[in-house]
């Protein structure tokens, strides 16, 4: 018995300690590119991660959105940190929102845009779903 259940517990812990399916995308703006990957999903969201780098020494970060079907897509501003590093970066973060029925999560979106004081960020084009 106790065999066994340490069998089963090494099974769990390896199938725990697997990576979730790796969904990518790569986006850009006029001042910032980079790529982030979903790394963990959740029923409303997922925890994303990846790189960003300043293509003009201007402070850029990314911002998300919660794809949903039946319902129009829930923006949810900046989820990283900044950057002016012409170098790439890692950055990531945390894109969710509270989905109500009959809204379907679909999955999460990602844009690069440029930090702009007093304005409104200048963003680039939404990333494909991921």
Excluded at 45 to 70: H, W
Excluded at 71 to 80: E, F, Q
Excluded at 109 to 130: I, K, N, Q
Aim: net charge positive; charged share 15%; aromatic share 6%.
């Amino acid at each position: 018995m106790k065999a066994k259940l340490v069998k089963s517990t090494v099974v769990a812990l390896a199938l725990a300690a697997m990576p979730t399916a790796a969904y990518a995308v790569s986006v850009s703006s006029n001042d910032g590119s980079g790529t982030q990957y979903r790394t963990v999903s959740y029923s409303n969201g997922a925890k994303v991660s990846g790189t960003l780098r300043s293509t003009s020494g201007k402070k850029v970060g990314y911002n998300g959105k919660v794809a949903v079907s039946l319902c129009s897509d829930i923006d949810v501003g900046r989820y990283s940190e900044t950057t002016t590093s012409v170098t790439a970066v890692t950055r990531g973060g945390t894109i969710s929102a509270l989905i109500l029925p009959p809204c379907g999560f679909q999955g999460v979106e990602s844009r690069v845009c440029t930090v702009r004081t007093l304005f409104p960020d200048a963003c680039g084009s939404d990333s494909a779903t991921y």
